[in-house]
């Protein structure tokens, strides 16, 4: 838990700034989903806990074309990245 509360901190409430209670409670939880599906965590081997580790890409043509997209939350203050499709 320290080490949530820690991540959180610095990763979200050192960032922004908060105008009440209703909007500290949206942030928390768009940092809640952010941190257990996007963010990757070096002791689940860079997974994220409610989603596993994709397949690595071998292909070389297919690392030459990466299309990565990027998904701003919060305003731009936590950014999702994933391949485009």
């Known amino acids: 838990m320290e080490r949530?509360?820690?991540s959180c901190r610095r990763e979200l409430l050192d960032r922004c700034l908060?105008?009440?209670e209703r909007h500290l409670?949206?942030?928390l939880r768009e940092y809640e989903r952010f941190y257990n599906q996007?963010?990757?965590h070096q002791a689940l081997a860079q997974a994220a806990p409610?989603?596993?580790v994709p397949d690595p890409i071998t292909?070389?043509?297919r690392i030459v074309d990466?299309?990565?997209r990027r998904r701003d939350r919060l305003g731009?203050?936590?950014h999702e990245y994933a391949h485009a499709a």
Do not use: E, F, S, Y
């Open 4 to 6: 949530w509360v820690q």
């Open 18 to 20: 908060l105008w009440n």
């Open 25 to 27: 409670r949206h942030a």
């Open 38 to 40: 996007h963010r990757a």
């Open 50 to 52: 409610l989603r596993t």
């Open 59 to 61: 292909d070389p043509k």
């Open 66 to 68: 990466l299309n990565i």
């Open 76 to 78: 731009g203050v936590l």
